[in-house]
T-cell receptor, first 114, second 113 residues
Framework: EPEVTQTPSHQVTQMGQEVILRCVPI?????FYWYRQILGQKVEFLVS????????KSEIFDDQFSVERPDGSNFTLKIRSTKLEDSAMYFC????????????FGEGSRLTVL | GQNIDQPTEMTATEGAIVQINCTYQ??????LFWYQQHAGEAPTFLSY????GLEEKGRFSSFLSRSKGYSYLLLKELQMKDSASYLC??????????????FGKGTTLSVSS
C-alpha cells in the first residue's frame, strides 16, 4: 500500500541551528501538508502546498519556516533558527484531491531542540 | 475562528459500544473527518462525512448534523486495540486548493477487559 515516508525519524539539534525535515508524499497525490504535534497536545496545521506554491498557512508558520518541493518527489520543511518550543513531532501528509480527499500521514519526524 | 470540542477522555470495556461526540464552530464547512492515533504514531483515517446522516464502516460509524455543528463516532464491539486517541477534524471552506484539516484536541479512549 502506498505510504508517506518521512526522514529523519528523530533529530536532536541545538537551539539556533537550521533543521530540514524531508517527506516523500504518495506518488499520485497533488496536495501536501505539514502538521506538528507538541507532546500531549493536539495536531496543529502549519502549511499546505499545491501546484508548487503555498496555498494556506497558519499563524504558527512564521518567517522561520519554509517549504520546498526541490524535485518531483521530495517535500521539505525547513526551520531556519530552531527554538526550544519547536520541539515536537512533525507530520507530513498528502492527499489526492483538495476538496474531499482524506489526508494520509507519514510516521512523523520527532524534533528535539536543546 | 475555528473551534472544535470533544471530550478529553473516555473509558469502556471490551465488547461494549462507545460514542465519541464532537462539536464544531468554523468559518465554513467542507467535511468532517475522524482519525485514530495510537500513542507515538501517526493519525490514520477512519471516516468522512460531508452530508448529514450516518456513514457506516464495519465496527465504526460516524454521524453528522451540519445544522447543529455536531458529529459523533460510534465504535461497536470494542477491542483492546481500540485504545487510542480519536481525533475530530474539520475542513473549512476555502477558495484556495488544498484546504487543510483543523483538528480537535482528541479523545483518549481506554478499553479495559
Amino acid at each position: 500500500e502506498p505510504e508517506v515516508t518521512q526522514t529523519p525519524s528523530h533529530q536532536v539539534t541545538q537551539m539556533g541551528q537550521e533543521v530540514i525535515l524531508r517527506c516523500v508524499p504518495i506518488s499520485n497525490h497533488l496536495y501536501f501538508y505539514w502538521y506538528r504535534q507538541i507532546l500531549g497536545q493536539k495536531v496543529e496545521f502549519l502549511v499546505s502546498f499545491y501546484n508548487n506554491e503555498i496555498s494556506e498557512k497558519s499563524e504558527i508558520f512564521d518567517d522561520q519556516f519554509s517549504v520546498e518541493r526541490p524535485d518531483g518527489s521530495n517535500f521539505t520543511l525547513k526551520i531556519r533558527s530552531t527554538k526550544l518550543e519547536d520541539s515536537a513531532m512533525y507530520f507530513c501528509a498528502s492527499s489526492e484531491t483538495g476538496g474531499t480527499g482524506e489526508l494520509f500521514f507519514g510516521e512523523g519526524s520527532r524534533l528535539t531542540v536543546l | 475562528g475555528q473551534n472544535i470540542d470533544q471530550p478529553t477522555e473516555m473509558t469502556a470495556t471490551e465488547g461494549a459500544i462507545v460514542q465519541i461526540n464532537c462539536t464544531y464552530q468554523t468559518s465554513g464547512f467542507n467535511g468532517l473527518f475522524w482519525y485514530q492515533q495510537h500513542a507515538g504514531e501517526a493519525p490514520t483515517f477512519l471516516s468522512y462525512n460531508v452530508l448529514d446522516g450516518l456513514e457506516e464502516k464495519g465496527r465504526f460509524s460516524s454521524f453528522l448534523s451540519r445544522s447543529k455543528g455536531y458529529s459523533y463516532l460510534l465504535l461497536k464491539e470494542l477491542q483492546m486495540k481500540d485504545s487510542a486517541s480519536y481525533l475530530c477534524a474539520v475542513r473549512a471552506r476555502s477558495h484556495q486548493a488544498g484546504t487543510a484539516l483543523i483538528f480537535g484536541k482528541g479523545t483518549t479512549l481506554s478499553v479495559s477487559s
